[in-house]
């Protein structure tokens, strides 16, 4: 099953089918990316990351992709189980102006079901 | 070990009052980031801390919002005069690194305020 991201905000699959979560970012100067996942009732967990100069990174049982020319981030995860289940956000980091700081700014989410 | 701690987890109050949220990080932690959800939404970021001192409070949506972490360790993140729009989850995350926002950032559950 695949989403569109911040257009179709739910995206159902069947357990053992392989998920693709898609995001759309906004800022061509940002240079790096998290997709985390969030249970209900819990914060934000790290799932994966990647840094602008890279266009795919694996581990286990997900992959992200990175395109840098339409600016779209997307999260594979292989395999779904019903523990995948919860709501996925990408999140871009952008640097301050003339500083070391940077911000991360979050996507809308997509909520993941995985059906038995 | 034990993670990032949130209290209260739910807070309920009337428009008007004062509240106050507190965020215990994992222990050694430099970093401390504030963000704010929506219901639905993904979370937005509030103010950052490294050690004692905010370097970056421009998320703050007013001056009704005030954080502080004086020791380097607990923050607390203060609400005054609470508004309905203030209503939302309140989350807290830590990070081992200097530079925000890192990779390594670990979410307590969060905070949920209701103003009624």
């Known amino acids: 099953g695949e989403s569109v991201g911040l257009h179709l905000p739910t995206l159902s699959v069947q357990e053992g089918d392989n998920s693709i979560i898609n995001c759309a970012y906004s800022?061509?100067?940002?240079?790096?990316f998290i997709w985390y996942k969030q249970e209900s009732g819990k914060g934000p967990q790290f799932i994966i990351d990647?840094?602008?100069?890279?266009d795919k990174r694996q581990g286990q049982r997900v992959t992200v992709l990175l395109n840098k020319t339409v600016k779209h981030l997307s999260l594979q995860i292989a395999a779904t189980q019903p523990g995948d289940s919860a709501v996925y956000f990408c999140?871009?980091?952008?640097?301050?102006?003339?500083?070391?700081?940077?911000?991360?700014?979050f996507g809308r989410g997509t909520q993941l079901t995985v059906w038995p | 070990g034990a993670g990032v701690s949130q209290s209260p987890r739910y807070k309920v109050a009337k428009r008007g009052q004062d509240v106050a949220l507190r965020c215990d990080p994992i222990?050694?932690?430099?970093?401390l980031f504030w963000y704010q959800q929506a219901l639905g939404q993904g979370p937005e970021f509030l103010t950052y801390?490294?050690?004692?001192?905010?370097?970056?409070k421009s998320g703050l949506p007013s001056d009704r919002f005030f954080a502080e972490r004086p020791e380097g360790s607990v923050s607390t993140l203060k609400i005054q005069r609470t508004q309905q729009e203030d209503s939302a989850v309140y989350l807290c995350?830590?990070?081992?690194?200097?530079?925000?926002?890192?990779?390594?950032?670990?979410f307590g559950p969060g905070t949920r305020l209701t103003v009624t």
């Open positions: 800022n061509s100067a940002s240079d790096y």
């Open positions: 801390f490294q050690n004692e001192a905010q370097l970056d």
């Open positions: 995350a830590s990070s081992l690194r200097r530079q925000s926002p890192s990779y390594e950032q670990y």
């Open positions: 990647i840094r602008s100069n890279m």
């Open positions: 999140a871009e980091r952008r640097m301050l102006i003339g500083s070391t700081l940077g911000r991360l700014y």
């Open positions: 222990s050694g932690h430099v970093s």
